[in-house]
């Protein structure tokens, strides 16, 4: 049986992250409301439960809260800010505001079972503006900073712990030691979620699952239905993928799945070009909102076209991934743009039941299955890109004439950058057609042309992104190629916005 630890969200903006951090750590977790009830807690059987961080204050009305009965369990529990207030608070200590602090700390510590093997002095990140008074029976302090006096506290006999400090977020030097003595000296963690082990029990149980029956599944090229479809491929004979070309794609990527997937790979896959159909529908449409609903509509009657010459099917393959559980689950968050899935499908499909093989894992999971699956590193890494493609990277309206120029210069970046040796290093990066013309001059006369802009981020999760820092060198390589290879730009912009105030695309 899995061994699994129990992430109960209290609302902290790190909640995915603390989930992330554990499984890095070889530790199977899953990420729950603080509210989900006693029973499916207990029919886990967890190894080991973490509270985390949370915008509350614990003495408040209608401040999130838990049974105590969890205490009970015998269960080791970290606590983690928000967390670590809360045991203190329901196990008779006392929680008030102030001494606020935020930003890095310095942590001070001469016991405690959570900092073996760290040294004391280490960096630590903080954001509270409550701190705990005064300790629960049979707590001693751990760790202090010089503003926080109970930074960490432990009651080692009942196995509880907390910590006032984050330790999943990278500003917190020792963190993943922190969190891997609490794992493995406190819960026993034997460290035995690998992608290899998780690719393994995924075929067998996918293989006497599937058997011999029908599978469909959309594929797009991208990570998640690339190695949701190659899963597949290893466990069933009888896949079969549609792969829609709506000729929004960057230059040369339509050829590219085909030769991966049909001609490398050997999948039944049936490529279908409706490149002509989704420009049609696209013109003139100049508002983002529109073009993404006119994309996802048309990939569902298109799909549904093809579907129905295939006829029914048992299964049909989605390329769920855990954070989109998580949301789900957890509630939303306010609405930003729209985003373009495979979630209309199941209406438009003769199937018995959906199979989603990637819904445990999170996105950089998901690429580590890719490489245990064999999957080339160029498909396993590829940036993400957003299903109505680069319709959302021209501004205003899409012509066959502006995505040829568009394509040609993403190209140049995207060549450049990996020349450079700089691929690896940013999370995301691309050419956008901007709806600005101006005034320029080339071979002694005046031209009035587009302007490209050149975005580059680094992020993790694509939540928050910061600007990528690119050398001048490289941005005064790819501007002159644009300029010089691709008609109608004389001028390159380079975006030096993060995420917040933007968003990492321009619609």
């Given at each position: 049986?899995r061994?699994?630890?129990?992430?109960?969200?209290?609302?902290?903006?790190?909640?995915?992250?603390?989930?992330?951090?554990?499984?890095?750590?070889n530790?199977?977790?899953?990420?729950?409301p603080y509210?989900?009830?006693?029973?499916?807690?207990?029919?886990?059987?967890?190894?080991?439960?973490?509270?985390?961080?949370?915008?509350?204050?614990?003495?408040?009305?209608?401040?999130?809260?838990?049974?105590?009965?969890?205490?009970?369990?015998?269960?080791?529990?970290?606590?983690?800010?928000?967390?670590?207030?809360?045991?203190?608070?329901?196990?008779?200590?006392?929680?008030?505001?102030?001494?606020?602090?935020?930003?890095?700390?310095?942590?001070?510590?001469?016991?405690?079972?959570?900092?073996?093997?760290?040294?004391?002095?280490?960096?630590?990140?903080?954001?509270?503006t409550?701190?705990?008074?005064?300790?629960?029976?049979?707590?001693?302090?751990?760790?202090k900073?010089?503003?926080?006096?109970?930074?960490?506290?432990?009651?080692?006999?009942?196995?509880?712990?907390g910590?006032?400090?984050?330790?999943?977020?990278?500003?917190?030097?020792?963190?993943?030691?922190?969190?891997?003595?609490?794992?493995?000296?406190?819960?026993?963690?034997?460290?035995?979620?690998t992608?290899?082990?998780?690719?393994?029990?995924?075929?067998?149980?996918?293989?006497?699952?599937?058997?011999?029956?029908?599978?469909?599944?959309?594929?797009?090229?991208?990570?998640?239905?690339?190695?949701?479809?190659?899963?597949?491929?290893?466990?069933?004979?009888?896949?079969?993928?549609?792969?829609?070309?709506?000729?929004?794609?960057?230059?040369?990527?339509?050829?590219?799945?085909?030769?991966?997937?049909?001609?490398?790979?050997?999948?039944?896959l049936?490529?279908?070009?409706?490149?002509?159909?989704?420009?049609?529908?696209?013109?003139?449409?100049t508002?983002?909102?529109?073009?993404?609903?006119?994309?996802?509509?048309?990939?569902?009657?298109?799909?549904?076209?093809?579907?129905k010459?295939?006829?029914?099917?048992?299964?049909?393959?989605?390329?769920?991934?855990?954070?989109?559980?998580?949301?789900s689950?957890?509630?939303?968050?306010?609405?930003?743009?729209?985003?373009?899935?495979?979630?209309?499908?199941?209406?438009?499909?003769?199937?018995?039941?959906?199979?989603?093989?990637?819904?445990?894992?999170?996105?950089?999971?998901?690429?580590?299955?890719?490489?245990?699956?064999?999957?080339?590193r160029?498909?396993?890494?590829?940036?993400?890109?957003?299903?109505?493609?680069?319709?959302?990277?021209?501004?205003?309206?899409?012509?066959?004439?502006?995505?040829?120029?568009?394509?040609?210069?993403?190209?140049?970046?995207?060549?450049?950058?990996?020349?450079a040796?700089?691929?690896?290093?940013?999370?995301?990066?691309?050419?956008?057609?901007?709806?600005?013309?101006s005034?320029?001059?080339?071979?002694?006369?005046?031209?009035?042309?587009?302007?490209?802009?050149?975005?580059?981020?680094?992020?993790?999760d694509?939540?928050?992104?910061?600007?990528?820092?690119?050398?001048?060198?490289?941005?005064?390589?790819?501007?002159?190629?644009?300029?010089n290879?691709?008609?109608?730009?004389?001028?390159?912009?380079?975006?030096?916005?993060?995420?917040?105030?933007?968003?990492i695309?321009?619609?």
């Amino acid at each position: 049986m899995r061994q699994t630890v129990i992430v109960l969200d209290f609302g902290g903006q790190y909640n995915q992250l603390i989930a992330r951090r554990v499984r890095e750590l070889n530790v199977y977790c899953e990420l729950l409301p603080y509210n989900v009830g006693m029973d499916r807690i207990r029919k886990i059987d967890p190894i080991g439960i973490i509270f985390t961080g949370g915008p509350n204050s614990v003495y408040e009305d209608g401040a999130p809260r838990i049974s105590p009965e969890i205490f009970s369990l015998g269960v080791p529990l970290l606590g983690i800010c928000y967390g670590c207030q809360l045991m203190a608070h329901m196990l008779g200590g006392k929680v008030a505001s102030g001494p606020r602090e935020y930003g890095k700390q310095t942590l001070c510590f001469e016991q405690g079972k959570l900092f073996e093997g760290v040294p004391s002095g280490s960096v630590c990140w903080m954001s509270h503006t409550d701190y705990i008074k005064e300790l629960p029976s049979g707590f001693v302090a751990s760790a202090k900073t010089q503003t926080c006096p109970v930074a960490a506290m432990e009651n080692v006999e009942k196995r509880l712990y907390g910590v006032q400090f984050h330790p999943e977020v990278m500003h917190t030097q020792k963190g993943t030691e922190i969190l891997g003595n609490f794992l493995y000296k406190v819960c026993g963690a034997k460290g035995d979620w690998t992608m290899g082990n998780f690719a393994e029990e995924a075929i067998r149980t996918l293989k006497d699952k599937l058997g011999n029956k029908k599978v469909l599944c959309a594929l797009s090229g991208g990570v998640d239905s690339a190695v949701a479809a190659t899963l597949i491929h290893k466990a069933c004979p009888n896949l079969i993928c549609v792969f829609v070309d709506h000729g929004l794609l960057r230059k040369n990527e339509a050829d590219e799945v085909v030769k991966v997937f049909r001609d490398q790979m050997g999948m039944n896959l049936i490529k279908v070009d409706a490149s002509e159909i989704f420009l049609e529908k696209l013109k003139g449409v100049t508002e983002p909102e529109r073009k993404r609903k006119i994309i996802g509509e048309e990939f569902i009657r298109v799909f549904e076209k093809e579907a129905k010459k295939i006829g029914k099917v048992d299964y049909l393959v989605q390329g769920t991934i855990y954070p989109d559980v998580i949301e789900s689950g957890l509630g939303n968050s306010a609405k930003i743009k729209s985003h373009h899935n495979v979630g209309g499908l199941p209406s438009v499909v003769d199937f018995k039941e959906i199979v989603e093989p990637l819904r445990e894992l999170f996105k950089d999971e998901v690429r580590k299955l890719g490489f245990e699956l064999g999957l080339d590193r160029d498909v396993v890494m590829r940036q993400p890109f957003p299903g109505p493609g680069l319709a959302i990277r021209i501004i205003g309206d899409v012509t066959k004439d502006k995505l040829d120029l568009l394509k040609d210069a993403d190209f140049i970046f995207r060549d450049e950058i990996k020349r450079a040796g700089l691929d690896a290093e940013i999370w995301q990066y691309f050419a956008v057609l901007t709806d600005l013309r101006s005034v320029g001059v080339m071979g002694d006369a005046r031209t009035y042309d587009y302007t490209i802009a050149l975005r580059g981020v680094t992020s993790v999760d694509g939540m928050t992104a910061d600007w990528a820092r690119i050398p001048f060198d490289v941005l005064e390589r790819v501007s002159n190629r644009i300029v010089n290879e691709v008609k109608q730009v004389n001028r390159v912009v380079y975006d030096i916005t993060g995420k917040p105030p933007a968003t990492i695309e321009w619609e």
